[in-house]
């Protein structure tokens, strides 16, 4: 089994270091990718000296243009599974075999690694835990099933999977949308607890303004995304 550990960065010099040697340390059966999403600093010369192969993009995509460069990456290759990781030093490399191994087994077509299924260790500021929860809920009035944790970012697609969200995948914040998209094409999309760790340096772009925005904008997108007709690929 060939499995391609997709990572967007932008400007993260001072982690993606760290996050490449966390995951192939943790997970060597690994193939790492760095996607570089138009940075200005030295983001795709330290990811490949620490072992990653790096797509440099021109111009920044947005975070879903990134990732979907690593989805077409991974179908071109013909990787059985691709991991969606972020590239801040938010998702542990030793809660990797946790999102695979049921895309591997059959048991999905995706898994979400979920900070809120469970009780864990990670704690987050109240409004942007209200925000996740009330984007939650809109997701369950759409799709008729509970995601706790929508707006995750670690993932694991199995082909048929990728060949869906290689071609319809939002530029902006895509992963709740990417959740509709999905089960609207019958695929299965489970999640898994997880630990996650706040970002190893700087700071988050979203900010209070911007999480209001993104609130709206996502929860549009959502319903509208349910309204349009499912995409199959066999």
């Given at each position: ?195 996650m760790d706040a970002r190893l340096s ?33």
């Open positions: 089994m060939r499995i391609l550990a997709i990572v967007p960065a932008l400007n993260e010099v001072d982690n993606i270091g760290p996050v490449v040697r966390n995951l192939i340390t943790t997970s060597p059966w690994l193939d790492v990718l760095v996607i570089d999403d138009g940075s200005t600093d030295q983001t795709a010369e330290v990811a490949r000296a620490h072992g990653a192969k790096v797509i440099s993009l021109p111009v920044n995509l947005g975070i879903g243009g990134a990732v979907q460069t690593g989805f077409l990456y991974a179908l071109r290759n013909d990787y059985d599974v691709a991991l969606q990781v972020d590239g801040d030093g938010q998702h542990r490399g030793e809660e990797i075999k946790k999102l695979v191994d049921p895309v591997l087994l059959g048991e999905a077509d995706v898994t979400i690694g979920s900070r809120f299924l469970e009780k864990t260790s990670y704690k987050s500021a109240w409004p942007r835990r209200l925000g996740i929860y009330l984007l939650s809920k809109t997701l369950q009035s759409v799709v008729r099933k509970n995601f706790t944790d929508p707006t995750s970012g670690f993932r694991a697609y199995n082909q048929k999977a990728l060949r869906i969200v290689s071609a319809h995948y939002s530029t902006d914040y895509p992963e709740p949308d990417a959740i509709v998209t999905l089960l609207k094409n019958r695929l299965r999309v489970i999640e898994i607890s997880v630990e700087g700071s988050s772009s979203i900010t209070p303004f911007k999480s209001g925005y993104y609130m709206f904008k996502v929860s549009l997108a959502i319903i509208l995304n349910s309204m349009m007709s499912r995409i199959w690929n066999d």
